[in-house]
């Protein structure tokens, strides 16, 4: 039955959990505090997201495996994102696939996504065009001609917009529908009419490169990592490493494994039980073995010290409307297939 609900998070963590197609990690880049509001409508085949991110945020995650999504910005004067190390404009099209995906976004970051089974998009995409849309390469972008890609924000907006004001209307299942065969009539021709732009030869050796670098980091999740051991492991200069993180990142290998290691050790200290655990077994267990240097590296970016965080009780119930909170999505374990992203922790010292 088709319903909606719209959503505002002060925890990342628990925004990132409430994506329905993908499996993700998605962190602030800046010091801040975040907001974010999330709009999902679900029809009878399409699901549709519609958010709003106050701060910058690097997002790591993959499509789950039998869903087939795409996104876009959804505001026309803001700032592109990279997806994949590929700069994506407003007016661009993302399509996404079940490898991992980095991707990055300004501050004041206005986005969008639809997803289908692959059943189901396979189904409409070969009555339009006559081929099957799982035949076609992924990780590229598309973009449609001004006036279509303006039908397809308008459409997605007014869905949106209708589950924050009047959402009993998307519950209707005559109104639903015809939004729903609209909706993807009008992607598929923004998909099949538009300008394509596939990633070049060295940007698949860059994602690569980066698929790697993750991977390794999956494999040693409880103990100190050094930049040089990372790279002669993966089979990369240390120079030809920096220049893929910055295309995927915006910034430096350590400079992004360190945040990314202290905002899961933050998850852990505010979801931990005080009385069961200490700030010095989860900090060794994400990899930190120089406490001095742990405490006031943390204290720096989160204004408080961990063993606050571990004492603050932890509240991550979203602040809702349209839908009661045992509707939101949890991602649940996934398969190795299904590549989700797993907890990294980074020496310090790595340099």
Not at 174 to 193: H, N, S, Y
Not at 278 to 292: K, Q, S, Y
Not at 303 to 318: I, K, V
């Amino acid at each position: 039955m088709p319903w909606s609900k719209v959503v505002s998070f002060t925890d990342p963590f628990s925004y990132q959990s409430a994506f329905r197609s993908v499996e993700v990690e998605l962190f602030p880049i800046v010091k801040g505090k975040f907001s974010a509001e999330l709009t999902q409508v679900s029809m009878n085949k399409l699901w549709v997201h519609v958010a709003h991110e106050d701060l910058p945020r690097v997002y790591i995650g993959a499509v789950k495996p039998h869903r087939a999504a795409i996104g876009f910005l959804t505001r026309m004067n803001q700032p592109a994102m990279q997806h994949c190390g590929m700069e994506v404009l407003p007016g661009d099209i993302v399509v996404n696939d079940t490898d991992l995906m980095y991707r990055r976004t300004e501050a004041n970051c206005d986005w969008g996504s639809m997803s289908l089974s692959r059943d189901d998009l396979d189904a409409v995409y070969n009555a339009v065009t006559g081929r099957e849309f799982s035949g076609l390469a992924r990780k590229h972008l598309v973009r449609p001609a001004p006036e279509l890609m303006s039908r397809l924000l308008n459409l997605h907006a007014t869905v949106g917009q209708l589950a924050k004001t009047t959402p009993d209307i998307l519950s209707l299942p005559g109104v639903a529908r015809a939004l729903e065969q609209e909706l993807i009539l009008v992607m598929i021709r923004c998909l099949t009419e538009g300008d394509l732009s596939v990633m070049t030869a060295g940007g698949r050796r860059h994602d690569m490169i980066i698929a790697r670098f993750e991977e390794f980091l999956e494999s040693h999740p409880d103990r100190p990592l050094y930049l040089t051991e990372i790279c002669a492991a993966i089979g990369v200069a240390e120079r030809t490493l920096r220049v893929v993180c910055e295309e995927h990142l915006g910034m430096a290998p350590i400079r992004f494994l360190s945040m990314r290691r202290m905002h899961l050790v933050q998850r852990a200290l505010r979801q931990a039980d005080p009385s069961n655990t200490t700030v010095t077994r989860i900090a060794t267990d994400h990899g930190f073995w120089e406490l001095g240097r742990f405490s006031v590296a943390y204290r720096d970016m989160f204004d408080e010290s961990p063993s606050d965080s571990l004492r603050r009780p932890y509240d991550s119930d979203p602040i809702q409307n349209g839908r009661p909170k045992s509707d939101l999505v949890r991602i649940a374990d996934s398969s190795r297939t299904s590549r989700e992203v797993r907890k990294v922790p980074i020496s310090e010292s790595a340099h």
